[in-house]
């Protein structure tokens, strides 16, 4: 496997994404940052990069000046091919408009017009660290991307999100934004090195596949919650999570244990905008995938080499 | 100082108030949770508490219903003799319609009949640890009950806020919510011992009376947050900023320093809620403030013997 080398178009038009959810500021603030760069390099009259375009977007802005996840609905919920193709009205909630701009922008979603890879940014205040999340485990480009370095970047021909966390939402903390500046710098810097021709080694991605979620235990009338995410388990994110193992502890002090069949691992613990979601954490399976090794499909290659990763979003 | 005796009157009615600020969850889940308690001893008859008369308060349950600081205007800036006496009509914002009823509840304000303590249960995403947050320095009650262990608790005949951080609004921690549990049962607990005729030894507190608050660089226009809090400020609450330190980290990387004269304590770093209200950090100078010994004035005692700081709310 490691010696297959698959050839797949080169990325050349990009999308950097933020304010996808208005209070995750992460991601507003490093796009603003480069929107003011873009201009700064626009009145020094810069060259431009030429081998790939980056498009710098605030999609949620309405949400961003309200510093709120979103106004009406979940904007990251939108990007269904049913919600973009339907009607508007006065009466439409704004993030189902916005989304179909987006797609006008950046799709539209499955055309061969799309952006080639949408990159959109995002906090948690899970002790996640840096991932990066995708719907597909046979897209070459985000695991490449990712072996190098887990909604909107669906409209792309590829995409994904960078999840970055703790940090609380409405917070802006320098160390997780250069962390992530940096994380976007080095992707650029990838597909850049792609679409010059470099030639990347396959090999072996660790990945957490969802598994399923849980939620708070609840009361039955009011639904509030009653337990939290136990201290053993607060900020574990990514630890093995075994049967039996603390994972609730109820306001009147008693622990309340997993009570799965196997040992799985917990992300996504504690995670502030899931509460009205009801996940409390979310279990996956690890597992490691290998990727081959890739390089820019020129015009010389015969098109039964290509990847077909490619065409499955 | 620490040989003189101060006679105070009995704490008989005590408020532990939280959900003041929708979103700041500890409070809300120490409430209920005490409310929970208190039904379940009603239902199994069990006898009440004889020296101290406890009221557990949600005070915003509309904010609470939606997880927000607040729906139209900040509770804890309603509390104002203007305001808590203002005309109320169909447009009067919920908040100051709920500082009147509140008043009605745990006051009125300055009044023989208002409550004798207001404990009012706050969060910040700041890294303070726990905090008393008063209005004076010569309010004994809050002196010794910080000293044992710095709004809607001025309805009291004394009255202190307890916050309590690093916690991202919107968010339950488990470690947390113990912390505040536990520090809310101590407080009652010290309540029934000074109500019982203990004498509590005076000595000194450590207070930090705040000088000034320090606004995020903006952008003339948008507004805009401009720099971050630096990264070796982040999370230093309570240490002392000296000129020329580092104070804030630019989006493009360049660190801006304290320019203040003097070194001054810094806190409330990076708190979520005050990015609007243009507060980055505020700054504070630390002394020790003498506390005597105090003790319940009984009925013997006599009036001219009474502290004075009583009657200062």
Redesign the interface.
Known sequence: MDSELVFLPPLRRVAICGGTHGNELTGV?VV??RL??EQRKAEEDEEEDDVVSVACVLTNPRAVQQ?RRYTETDLNRCFTRAILSSAVSDRTPYEIVRSQELNSLLGPKGSAQAVDLVCDLHNT?ANMGLCVIAYSDSDWFCLHIFKEAYSLDSLGKHGFALEIG??????????I??FMKTAVELTLEWVRLFNSGTVFEGGSVEVYTMVSNIDYPRERHTH??MA????KL?DQDFCLLHPKDPMF?T???DTLRYKGPEPLYAFFI?E??Y??KGIALSLARQRCVAIPTIQMKSGLQHRGEEGTSEEED
């Not at 703790?166 to 320098?174: A, D, L, M, N, T």
């Open positions: 603030h603003r940052e003011r760069e510093c205040t703790p940090q609380p939402h409405g917070v802006v903390r320098s160390n934004y250069t509030n919650i939290v995410i136990h201290p607060q502890q306001f009147s002090g504690n502030c905008a509460y009205e």
